[in-house]
């Protein structure tokens, strides 16, 4: 007589051997990528960019005795990219100008765009309009005044992307700080170059 015997189902073996191959096949792909965007990053070599405060002059400076500003600041900023497939979107940029602790003025420069191995003048003219000041800025500002020239730092912050043939970074907060610009009240005196920091 024939001995009937049965076998135990291998779904469960099947099933555990296809989410196996899907997971080394994920894996696969994120080494592959990652490999890619490496591959890329040390064949493009980014460089950093540079920043120096070029111009700066001040016009209509006036201290009234209510301790309030009146004033006009121009900068130039020269934004030089040294990267050669590398270029930049600037979707906008704020300028502000502060003497010590107490922002003077601020503004806002149109977006743009920077092409790679291109240097751009960014200027910016800022207005402080019967501006309070603190006793002590009005004090030290009446002190440089009487000395024909005051000593400001001037910030910018931008939100930038890098573009590399087609592809395009995600949205990145530029930072630049230009410090111990001396702007002269004599159009005698000529402005000296200030190299800025940059935080990105």
């Given at each position: 007589m024939a001995n009937n015997t049965t076998q135990a189902p291998q779904q469960p073996v099947r099933h555990f051997n296809l989410v196996r191959c899907v997971a080394i096949c994920c894996l696969a792909l994120i080494v592959l990528?990652?490999?890619?965007?490496?591959?890329?990053?040390?064949?493009i070599r980014p460089k950093r960019l540079v920043y120096t405060l070029e111009n700066g002059s001040l016009q209509n400076f006036n201290l009234n005795n209510n301790h309030h500003l009146n004033a006009t600041f121009d900068f130039v900023l020269m934004a030089y990219n040294p990267n050669t497939r590398t270029s930049v979107y600037y979707d906008f940029m704020e300028s502000a100008v502060s003497y010590k602790d107490q922002t003077l003025a601020f503004g806002t420069t149109d977006p743009f765009?920077?092409?790679?191995?291109?240097?751009?003048?960014?200027?910016?003219?800022?207005?402080?309009?019967?501006?309070?000041l603190s006793p002590s800025t009005y004090k030290d500002l009446?002190?440089?005044?009487?000395?024909?020239?005051?000593?400001?730092?001037?910030?910018?912050k931008s939100r930038i992307r890098f573009k590399v043939g087609i592809w395009k970074s995600k949205h990145r907060t530029?930072?630049?700080?230009?410090?111990?610009?001396?702007?002269?009240?004599?159009?005698?005196?000529h402005f000296e170059n200030v190299p800025c920091e940059v935080k990105l």
């Open positions: 990528v990652g490999l890619a965007v490496l591959i890329t990053w040390l064949a765009f920077q092409p790679h191995r291109d240097t751009t003048r960014v200027e910016s003219k800022l207005m402080a309009t019967n501006l309070a009446r002190r440089e005044k009487s000395s024909g020239e005051i000593e400001v730092d001037v910030r910018f530029l930072k630049i700080v230009c410090p111990s610009a001396t702007l002269h009240l004599s159009w005698s005196k």
